[in-house]
């Protein structure tokens, strides 16, 4: 069901019109009164020079990101980083528009539960979701399977699981499309809303709730269960029978969606087709239901946010470089996710998540841009520069390949010599993973300076993504990597143009995030807008 319902999205049989209620009432999605004029540009005598950060703890990350740093033309506003002329959101009040409505009891539980579930601790945290532990684990046991509501929910939706308490028709264009069924008066859907209660009552009350379940195969799978019926019905109700609805109800469905992958996220028997739990889901459909609420929501609420952040916001602070890419990506670089001005992604804004690894549409998604890679490429190769540790970033982009194209090797790139150790055999054997223990480098000249280092890697014929996040992590302040590593590639047409697909984390100056760094949130922003107005497919990660 999942895969017709991801077609349905790609062929627009599922959309939100642009007439909907809920877009023409969305207002300015900027966030605060940015839509009322055009922001006003800073003159060079408005920006000062700023003193330089704090140095990093770690001497060796402090050397290492200068002379990355030093590769960064100097120029008056990024001398002036900390100018608070570029600083885009000063407060919550100007972060992008907020449409998940917490003020409600329900949605505030769901966005703690959901918060703890994309919090390190919990996805770095790995079990056996295939065979059940909880009769040997006292730890590990469901209380909440002695609930006669969840037997009865578990009783309807097992014969139901490939299908959702839906039915796949061939609509008048002779395509599949699923709808919920009638025969069972939605008895499903109402079961599933009763266990999400359940959760909301015993897991949704602080942030750490979900600490309960993180042990159990079964409360994981009985939770993701109910939330993948909840939003497959939400989403149907949005996108297919176009259904009033408020931009809350459709945030809503995506957390649920994200929800229920990051619950089998930490599965270590598969590789996200197995079925998992005694629920038999499958990561790979719940990736794919959060696939088909990205791509809606980018062609929907995405792109007036897209249409008001070119009116009103100039990109007036480019990088000072000319782009070398791969042209042929060009016509998909301003349809990918949008870039928000906090540089922050969609679930830092709906759900205040810190770091969250899911809410991204690969190139892959674009069905002629697939069709090219799997004709032409030899090989598909994830390079993550960064990866600190295997179910963090490297696991979740090598499953969000999963519904679409998945890639056929990984190169690890990570200093510390305990990453190889967690990376489960079923992915080192379908992956091709390859560590690399060591300290990227930028404008070093060594044999590690990633201008040597990613030739050496994958070669023209090789279907590229490469993911740059290197910082020392509990310190967010001093220089950075990414900075000099962009202008070192971009401006490298050998380089530049073996990479098809590029992630990266640009740290800057940001009082809200307490970062002290060189750079500022304009030039962050205009740096990701300009490398896509050039054809370059770049996601501000995470």
Not at 37 to 57: L, N, W
Not at 104 to 133: E, G, M, P, W
Request: with cysteine.
């Amino acid at each position: 069901a999942m895969g017709v319902v991801l077609c349905s999205v790609e062929d627009r049989i599922w959309k939100i019109p642009s007439m909907s209620n809920a877009l023409i009432a969305a207002g300015c999605l900027l966030g605060g009164r940015r839509c009322e004029m055009v922001m006003k540009v800073p003159t060079m005598s408005e920006v000062p020079p700023s003193p330089p950060p704090k140095s990093a703890k770690n001497k060796m990350y402090q050397e290492l990101a200068m002379k990355a740093e030093k590769v960064v033309p100097k120029i008056w506003w990024r001398d002036g980083f900390a100018s608070d002329y570029l600083l885009l959101s000063h407060n919550d009040s100007e972060l992008p528009k907020k449409h998940f409505e917490t003020s409600s009891l329900a949605n505030k539980k769901l966005k703690n539960i959901y918060q703890c579930v994309t919090r390190q601790q919990f996805i770095r945290k790995t079990l056996d979701l295939a065979h059940d532990s909880s009769s040997s684990d006292s730890k590990a046991k469901c209380s909440v399977m002695d609930q006669p509501m969840l037997k009865q929910f578990l009783d309807l939706f097992i014969p139901e699981s490939e299908l959702m308490g839906g039915s796949l028709e061939t609509n008048t264009e002779g395509r599949k499309v699923w709808s919920p069924s009638k025969k069972d008066n939605g008895k499903l859907l109402l079961a599933a809303l009763d266990v999400l209660d359940y959760f909301y009552v015993h897991s949704g009350g602080i942030w750490t709730g979900c600490f309960k379940l993180d042990k159990s195969s079964e409360c994981r799978g009985a939770l993701a269960a109910a939330s993948m019926v909840i939003s497959t019905h939400v989403l149907h109700d949005i996108a297919a029978k176009n259904k009033s609805f408020t931009e809350s109800q459709f945030a809503r469905g995506y957390i649920l969606a994200s929800l229920g992958r990051g619950l089998l996220h930490g599965d270590t028997s598969g590789t996200g087709s197995q079925v998992l739990t005694k629920w038999k889901l499958r990561l790979a459909d719940l990736i794919a239901l959060q696939s088909a609420y990205l791509r809606v929501y980018i062609d929907s609420f995405g792109a007036l946010y897209n249409s008001q952040l070119n009116k009103y916001i100039p990109l007036a602070f480019p990088p000072s470089f000319t782009v070398h890419s791969k042209q042929q990506w060009r016509q998909y670089s301003q349809s990918l996710e949008p870039v928000y001005t906090s540089l922050r992604n969609w679930m830092f804004t709906e759900a205040g998540c810190l770091i969250d690894f899911g809410p991204y549409l690969p190139l892959v998604a674009f069905p002629e841009a697939r069709r090219i890679i799997q004709a032409t490429a030899k090989r598909r190769v994830l390079i993550d520069v960064g990866a600190n540790g295997f179910f963090a970033s490297p696991k979740y982009l090598l499953d969000s390949y999963i519904p679409y194209l998945p890639f056929t090797h990984a190169i690890m790139i990570e200093p510390e010599p305990h990453f190889s150790a967690t990376i489960p055999k079923s992915y080192s054997d379908r992956y091709n993973i390859t560590f690399q223990q060591i300290y990227a480098e930028v404008a070093t000249g060594s044999d590690t300076d990633m201008l040597k280092l990613i030739p050496m890697l994958v070669n023209k014929d090789d279907f590229v993504v490469l993911k740059f996040d290197v910082d020392p992590n509990r310190y967010a302040y001093g220089p950075t990597m990414e900075w000099g590593f962009l202008f070192s590639i971009m401006q490298n047409p050998s380089i530049a143009q073996l990479l098809d697909e590029v992630y990266i984390e640009l740290h800057f100056n940001f009082p809200t995030l307490y970062w002290d760094h060189y750079h500022s949130n304009w030039e962050a922003l205009d740096c990701i807008r300009y490398l896509r107005s050039q054809g370059v497919i770049v996601h501000a990660w995470p």
